[in-house]
C-alpha cells in the first residue's frame, strides 16, 4: 500500500490508490473519519472488489497531504480536496464513501459538486449539525490538543470510536488507531475539530439525494448510533441500510468483512 501524490497549485494531496493504472476501471473514493487517514482504509484497500479501482484521500493536515491556510477553515474544504484529486486524476463520476467525519465532507460535496457523485456510502456519521452538548465536547477536545497534542486525543478517544467487544476483544486495533492518532499534527486535528464544530445541518438535503444510497452503522456506535442511521436512511430515497453487528463508531476497521459484504453488494447492483 503506497502513497500517490498530486500536487494543486501549492497544495499536496496524498492518496492510496488500488489500481493507478486501471484509469477505465469505475472509482470509489474512501473518505476517512477523525482523527485519522487514508491510512484507516488498509482493509478495504486490501481486498478491493474485483472490476473496481479504490482511492482513499489523506484530507488536507492529514497523513501525506498539506494543511492549507485556512482563514475561514469549512467541512467545504475538504469536499475541495476530494473534487480536487478527481478532476486531477481525470475521473467523471465516483462513488463516495465518507465514514464518521468523511460523511460530512461527503454531504459538502452533495452541495459543491453533485455532479461528480455517482452514488455515496454514509458510514457511521449524521445529517444534522452539532448539538449545543456536542459544541461543548469539541472546544473541549480543543483545549486537550492545545494541552498534550494528539497524544492526548489517542488517550481519549478510542474509548468512543471502538465497540465494547472490540476494545475487549481486539487489544491490536485499538493501539492501531491510537497510533494513527499520534501520527497527525496537531494543526491537522485542531482544524478538523473547528470544521465539524461550524458544519451546516444537512437534513434537508436527504431528501433530494438522487444517487444510489447505502448507510452503514456499527450496531454498538455509541458517536452515532443506529437510531441516527435509521432515521438517515428512512430520509433518503430508495436509501439501503445496513448495521454491523459487533461494531462501533469504525465498523470499517472493527469488522471489515462484514463492511466490505455490505458495500460490494451494494456496489454489485449500481
Known amino acids: ?10 497544495r499536496t ?5 488500488t489500481a493507478p493504472e486501471a484509469v477505465s476501471l469505475p472509482v470509489m473514493v474512501l473518505v476517512h473519519a ?9 482493509p478495504q484497500l486490501r481486498a478491493a472488489p474485483a472490476g473496481w479501482r479504490l482511492l482513499a484521500p489523506d484530507l488536507r493536515g492529514f497523513g501525506g497531504s498539506t494543511d492549507a491556510d485556512a482563514g475561514n477553515p469549512s467541512m467545504a474544504d475538504y469536499a475541495q480536496d476530494v473534487i ?41 456519521t449524521r445529517a444534522t449539525a452539532d448539538s449545543l452538548e456536542a459544541r461543548g ?16 486525543v489517542a488517550r481519549e478517544m478510542p474509548a468512543t470510536l471502538l465497540g465494547a467487544g472490540t476494545r475487549e476483544q481486539r487489544s491490536d486495533l485499538e493501539a492501531t488507531v491510537r497510533r494513527i492518532i499520534k501520527q497527525q499534527s496537531p494543526s491537522a486535528i485542531r482544524g478538523a475539530v473547528v470544521r465539524m464544530m461550524e458544519r451546516p445541518d444537512s437534513t434537508a438535503l436527504l431528501p433530494s439525494v438522487a444517487v444510489p444510497c447505502l448507510v452503514i452503522v456499527g450496531e ?17 430515497p430508495g436509501a439501503t441500510l ?29
Not at 1 to 10: K, L, N
Not at 220 to 236: C, G, H, K, Q
Open 1 to 10: 500500500m503506497h502513497r500517490q501524490y498530486v500536487h494543486v497549485g501549492s
Open 13 to 17: 494531496i496524498a492518496y492510496f490508490d
Open 34 to 42: 477523525f482523527p485519522l487517514a487514508g491510512t484507516m482504509w488498509e
Open 84 to 124: 480536487d484529486l478527481v478532476r486531477e486524476l481525470g475521473l467523471s463520476k465516483v462513488v463516495v464513501a465518507g465514514q464518521s467525519m468523511g460523511g460530512y465532507a461527503a454531504f459538502a460535496l452533495l452541495r459543491q459538486a453533485p455532479e461528480l457523485i455517482r452514488a455515496l456510502v454514509l458510514a457511521d
Open 137 to 152: 465536547n469539541r472546544r473541549s477536545m480543543l483545549a486537550l490538543i492545545d494541552r498534550e497534542g494528539p497524544s492526548g
Open 220 to 236: 454498538e456506535d455509541v458517536l452515532t448510533p443506529p437510531d441516527v442511521a435509521r432515521a438517515m436512511a428512512a430520509s433518503i
Open 242 to 270: 445496513s448495521v454491523i453487528a459487533g461494531a462501533g463508531h469504525l465498523c470499517s476497521l472493527e469488522q471489515p468483512e462484514a463492511f466490505n459484504t455490505a458495500v460490494e453488494a451494494f456496489l454489485s447492483r449500481l
